[in-house]
Every structure is written in C-alpha cells, then in structure tokens.
C-alpha cells in the first residue's frame, strides 16, 4: 500500500481556501461531506454537520481545486477505490501529525486500536492522547480514523457519527465489531 505523504507538516497560516461539498454513498449510507484545499494539497475533508465551524467566511466555493478529491472519495464509496492519491496538508501540534500519520498506515480493511497507535508511534500508554488526536482529525476517510476502534473491539465515537463509521468499516469488508 502507498502511504499518502502529509506535506509541511507543520501549522502554518490558514491562506487562501477552496470548498465544495461532496456526498460519499456507502451502500445506502449518504455521507455529507465539505473538502477543503489550498490549492496544493487537501487541508479538510469535514462532515457537513461540523464543517460550518471549518469553513471560513472568505473561503471560495470551487470545485475545480478539490476535483480529485471528490472522484476519489465517491470511488471509495462505491468500493472501487482502496488507496487514495491525493496530496493532503493537515495542521496540527507535531504529536498530532504523529498520530495522523500512523492513521495512514492501517490499511485498507482492517482496523486497529488506540493503545496500538500509542506504542507504534513510541507513546505507549498514551491511548487517550491518541484518541483525542484521532477524534481531532481533518481530513476524514483519506486519513482513515475510522479505522480506529477500542482494544475490546468496540465501536468508539466518530465524529461523523457511528452509523457513519459502521457503514465505512462494512464498506471495507470490516463486519466484526
């Protein structure tokens, strides 16, 4: 599998910013979604009921710059599409790129946990922090936190909401949680 590469990984001024919504169908699961570029690279991709509190006043409503990410994003949601290419630049504290970036190596169908994440990235113990830098994560699905689940196999909070991340996990062929 191809790791995305997560550029400048450091928090920068938020610039200039393109948008447009997207609607992701799983199946018979619709998934309102905004992305977001800088026109480089995805900084966001939202679900539409928290992306109002992304979406910037001036920022430009175009679909020309996060074309790609919306063909890619509704491949994924047909199941036609397993990896995604895309540039992607998430801001966020160096613990947090960390975790985001551990994020990007759980492939594609399988799942992990918290604690895993902890030690893979030299955190162990530090579950909870790992939580709330999954739970902070702003590029949805292409960073998967959806793959994320409790150490007992438990569905945890998404913030695009469980039904959500159970329709994104059964997409993936992941039924056992």
């Known amino acids: 599998m191809t790791k995305p590469a997560l550029r400048n990984r450091i928090r920068r001024d938020a610039g200039k910013r393109w948008w447009d919504d997207v609607v992701v169908e799983v199946g018979t ?14 900084t966001g991709i939202h679900f539409r009921g928290l992306a109002d509190d992304f979406i910037g006043d001036e920022w430009v409503r175009d679909r020309a710059p996060v074309r790609d990410a919306i063909e890619q994003l509704g491949d994924y949601g047909a199941g036609d599409l397993k990896e995604f290419d895309l540039a992607l630049r998430p801001e966020g504290t160096e613990f947090q790129m960390k975790v985001w970036d551990a994020l990007t190596s759980i492939p594609y169908g399988t799942t992990t946990s918290y604690g895993a994440i902890a030690r893979d990235i030299g955190h162990p113990g530090s579950g909870r922090a790992v939580g709330a830098a999954v739970g902070s994560n702003p590029i949805a699905i292409v960073i998967p936190c959806h793959r994320v ?3 007992n196999g438990a569905l945890t909070g998404f913030g695009g909401g469980l039904d959500n991340k159970v329709a994104l996990l059964r997409r993936e062929g992941i039924t056992a949680f």
């Open 29 to 42: 699961t619709r998934i309102d979604m905004a992305v977001v570029s800088d026109g480089e690279a995805i």
């Open 149 to 151: 689940i409790g150490s």
